[in-house]
């Protein structure tokens, strides 16, 4: 079976219900006017001022978890989900509503919490499976197999604060996911350490997916993770359920919106710049007062689709200019692709629109940012080009690629490239 339909072939709805959350809603105090003496506070209390504003970050949620699930929880931040695994793991309480847990419940909120750098390894292994809710000779059982994973088998016995941080992020993760509880909680966090560690690490969720009596509760901005290892996810906005059901759609309507948010936080930054009319957007001038990349094709795409957006520019000056487009990799970093200086003439000036397509075939699943330069012919030398204004912040266009068929670690799928094996060349020794 594979790993992209197990959870459609496999209907865990029939399995018990291991979380329950009713109609649950949690607000803070946040402080605002603070009293620094008796006088001032009866002041504030004479005014109606009552030294605090009212936050409510999750409002009438509702969701339940089944036995052997992989549960995807993701939202931006400030939309409550680190709250809502708080409420699970019994560290904050809902002002309204319930939540109910069936079995033993291990969270993992924070690396490295409850640890004691005083302490020595082994002497952390026992607090912190301590302050878990386990007994002495339950971590007895478990202890060997802690050390095992965490690879830190020489150092035990020394003090934590002795231990590099990789070394402490390793072991408080291995206390985390071999304590033999029934349900999982992970917040923000599935490979840890390094690259080695990870592997095991991904072995270990791929192995735990198998085992009809473990559930896991997974918080998370990495959609990779989400359509790799969950089999149902949940999208927190703005304190409410926006989503729940299918990962690939969750997935997508969390893409969506971050997509949306980053689009709002432009278009006010843009509103600020345009009240001063001696300002131009970042990358721009009087010589090129717009230069704005879009898409015209919807912003998340598969790799069998073609790519189509547009660029929209403003430029009187007469003679030659061209326009240089280059493809950032957001989450990679680096630049994909640049189609040179030179390769794009523009035969019209004034404000003008042009058109463009790609194919994104080669590519593997990711977050890709088109940024547009306008260029004209370096005096004295043909050859090169100088900058006249780029589309920057704003007019850059950003667009997502999401294809089940992808990879989500590599660039380039493996469409487009392949590495084979072959026999041994003639000549070689």
């Known amino acids: 079976m594979s790993e992209k339909n ?29 009293a620094t003496g008796l006088k001032q506070a009866v ?13 409510t970050v999750l409002k009438d949620v509702s969701f339940e978890v089944h036995q052997g699930e992989f549960f995807g929880i993701v939202g931006r931040n400030g939309g409550g989900k680190s709250t809502l695994l708080k409420l699970i793991s019994q560290i904050y309480y809902p002002d309204e ?20 750098p005083e302490l020595t390894g082994r002497e952390n292994v026992y607090l912190n499976g301590a302050l878990l809710g386990f007994t002495r000779e339950q971590v007895d059982a478990m202890y060997d197999d802690i050390v095992e994973f965490a690879e830190l088998d020489e150092f035990m016995d020394q003090k934590l604060k002795n231990y590099s941080s990789g070394m402490q992020v390793r072991l408080a993760f291995s206390v985390a996911i071999k304590a033999q509880g ?25 192995e735990i997916k ?16 989400v359509k790799r290892y969950c089999t149902r996810a949940m999208f927190i906005q703005d304190g409410v359920v926006a989503a729940i059901g299918d990962r690939e759609t969750v997935a997508e309507k969390y893409t969506l919106a971050n997509l949306e948010a980053e689009e709002k936080k432009q278009a ?6 345009a009240e001063n009319e001696n300002e131009y957007p970042n990358g721009l001038n009087a010589r090129c007062p717009l230069l704005r990349t879009y898409g015209v094709s919807p912003l998340i795409l598969k790799s069998s689709d073609t790519f189509k957006f547009a660029v929209e520019y403003q430029y009187d000056e007469p003679g030659d200019f061209y326009l240089a487009i280059a493809m950032h990799d957001v989450r990679r970093g680096g630049i994909t692709y640049d189609t040179g200086a ?20 080669l590519f593997n699943d990711g977050e890709f940012r088109l940024i547009t330069s306008l260029r004209t012919p370096t005096p004295g030398d043909d050859s090169m080009t100088d900058a006249v204004a780029v589309a920057l912040d704003e007019n850059a266009c950003t667009f997502v690629i999401r294809d089940a068929r992808n990879r989500n670690y590599a660039l380039l799928s493996d469409r487009a490239m392949t590495i084979t094996q072959i026999d041994k060349p003639e000549g070689e020794k």
């Open 6 to 34: 197990e959870s459609v072939e496999f209907d865990y709805s029939k399995n018990p219900v291991v979380l329950s959350a009713t109609h649950v809603s949690k607000s803070f105090k946040l402080p605002t006017e603070q």
């Open 43 to 55: 002041i504030n209390w004479a005014k109606g001022i009552k030294g605090y504003k009212k936050q």
């Open 97 to 116: 509503g319930s939540i109910q847990v069936q079995g033993k419940l291990v969270p993992f909120i924070e690396l490295g919490v409850g640890f004691n």
């Open 182 to 206: 029934d349900i999982l909680v992970l917040d923000e966090v599935l490979a840890v350490g390094d690259e080695a560690f990870q592997r095991k690490c991904n072995d270990y969720f791929t």
């Open 210 to 225: 198998k085992d009809p009596t473990k559930t896991v509760i997974l918080v998370t901005h990495d959609m990779s993770a």
């Open 268 to 273: 006010k930054r843009k509103k600020i710049i």
């Open 342 to 361: 030179k390769t794009i003439k523009m035969e019209k000036h004034g404000h003008q629109t042009v058109y463009f397509e790609m194919p994104l075939n």
